[in-house]
Every structure is written in C-alpha cells, then in structure tokens.
C-alpha cells in the first residue's frame, strides 16, 4: 500500500512541476506552447481557407472546445491520468512478477537497433492502429459510446473539436497504448514528441474548417473531407456504428472497409441521434455518462 501511496504523492508532485516548467520554460519538447503553435497555425489556415463561408470566426462552442482542449492536454493529467497511468503500469509489472515475468519479456523490437527513424515509424504505425481499433469499441461498446458522445455532441467543426473529449476516453487509450509500448521500447523524449506533435496537427486538421483531402494521400491520411462524415449524425445503413475511424492514418478504413465518402459533405448535419437534449455545458457533458436518463446508441 505504501509503494501506491507513494505512486499518487509523486505522480502529482511530478506532474506538477513538470506542468510549471512547461509553462514558464521554453523548449522543443516542449506540449504547452506546441499545443498553442499547432492550434494558432490551424486556426489561421481555418480563417484563411474557409470550407464553410458562412461559419463564424468564433464558431458555435468554440470557447467550450478551447476549455476542453487545454483542459484535456493537461489539467486532466494532473487531476488524474498521470497517477492511473503509473498505478496501472505498477499493478502490471506485479502481475507479471508473481508469475515470473517482467515487460522485458514482451519487448519484441528495441527501436535503438534499427536504422535511425525506422523504428519511430514502426512505433506509430503500431500505435496507431491500436488507437483506430479502440476508436472502433468507443463506437461499438454501449457504455464507451455514453463517455464518446461529448466528443460527437459538436455541431460545427473546428481545430479544437479535435480534443473536446469525456476524460475517461484517454484512460481507455492509454491502457490499450501500453500494448504497443511493452512491445517496442528504446525511445527518447524527442522520438516521442515528433509522433506526439505529428498526430496533434493531422488530428486539429482533421476537424477543422478546410475542404482538404490531400488529393492520393488521402488514402494514407485521415483529412478533414473525410472525417467530417465520422461525425454525420446519421451512419450509413451498413455501417450503423459510424464510419471513418482512423486518427491520423485513414489507410486502416481503406484495408478494413469502414471507410464512407458518398459526396462532398461540407453542409451536412453533425451530431448523434438524440442530441437534442444532450447537455450544452462543460459539468454536464462530463456527468452525462452517470446519469440513469442516458441512452444507449
């Protein structure tokens, strides 16, 4: 019980202090002012090529989407994912002690033995595939779509819908990204944050106001054309949990046929069946899924 005591008392400590010197030093690993970089640069490409005209600058929600997106990259880490993260990575390392094993064991390839940027595009392509399957289950899973639909509950597409999201979202992503990182090891802060970063700007483009689909390369790269009809609020007829699952890569919807471009989907309704009554606010999203009123996709 102490070791775990002991896991909460420092994953806030270090959090903390990590948050603090993200904010008043500047680096290039550095996720606070990248975050606010990306989304700026995003923002700008939004007002400067405009799929939607008649969209404001100041789209619906966009000030919820800004809470959320700052909120979600790093006060939720210090409320509570960090410490999840570090209590599950100890509870698995038990585990495997008490039959003998230790992660080592599952380690398949180490990135520092392969040829410099090999191994970085082994880890992504391996982790983003995990994220498209657990996307999939976000959808497919009855009580995963109730924490999902905060994120499907936008009406107007923009950067920062890209991380407005229920907080037990990244607790689900995170315990099935584990599997990718147990297996490919030997990477530094740096590896790290070009992925990071690259799935940040691809992930902000993919919602935001631009009518892209990087022409051949959309079959390698989720774009907003066809991510907007991820957020359709009515499926297709044979894909009746949604379509369109991919982060950064829509290779995965093309190989695995969940990929769904009928036309040109500039003006077409967003949201989900029933959002009608979904609530407006930040507290209330948050409490949605709890509540005995919710229902069920």
Do not use: C
Not at 94 to 99: P, T
Not at 131 to 136: G, I, K, L
Not at 243 to 267: A, C, E, K
């Amino acid at each position: 019980m102490d070791k775990y005591l002991n896991i909460l008392k420092d994953s806030y400590q270090g959090y903390f202090n990590y948050l603090l010197d993200e904010i008043t030093r500047f680096h290039w690993e550095n996720y606070f002012y990248g975050l606010i970089l990306v989304s700026l640069v995003v923002w700008g490409l939004e007002l400067l090529f405009p799929w939607r005209k008649n969209q404001k600058v100041f789209r619906k929600d966009f000030w919820l989407d800004t809470f959320y997106m700052f909120f979600n990259f790093f006060l939720l880490n210090l409320i509570v994912l960090i410490f999840l993260s570090n209590t599950a990575e100890a509870l698995f390392n038990d585990a495997l002690g008490l039959i003998g094993l230790q992660v080592s064991d599952f380690q398949l390839v180490n990135a520092d033995a392969l040829p410099y940027g090999l191994g970085l595009v082994l880890f992504f392509l391996v982790s983003d595939f995990v994220q498209w399957n657990t996307h999939r289950l976000l959808h497919r899973v009855p009580v995963f779509w109730n924490f999902h639909k905060v994120h499907h509950s936008v009406k107007e597409m923009g950067f920062a819908a890209h991380l407005r999201y229920h907080w037990m979202e990244p607790v689900v992503y995170k315990s099935l990204l584990y599997i990718p990182l147990a297996i490919i090891g030997g990477f530094d802060v740096a590896d790290v944050a070009i992925v990071h970063f690259f799935a940040l700007t691809v992930g902000h483009l993919n919602h935001a106001n631009l009518g892209w689909d990087y022409g051949v390369l959309k079959y390698i790269f989720n774009n907003p054309k066809m991510h907007i009809w991820h957020h359709a609020k009515v499926a297709p007829k044979n894909h009746r949990y949604g379509v369109n699952y991919g982060l950064t890569l829509s290779l995965w919807d093309y190989l695995f046929g969940t990929n769904h471009i009928p036309h040109d989907g500039r003006d077409i309704e967003l949201g989900f069946e029933g959002d009608e009554t979904f609530p407006k606010d930040f507290f209330k999203q948050e409490t949605y899924p709890l509540s005995n009123k919710r229902k069920t996709k």
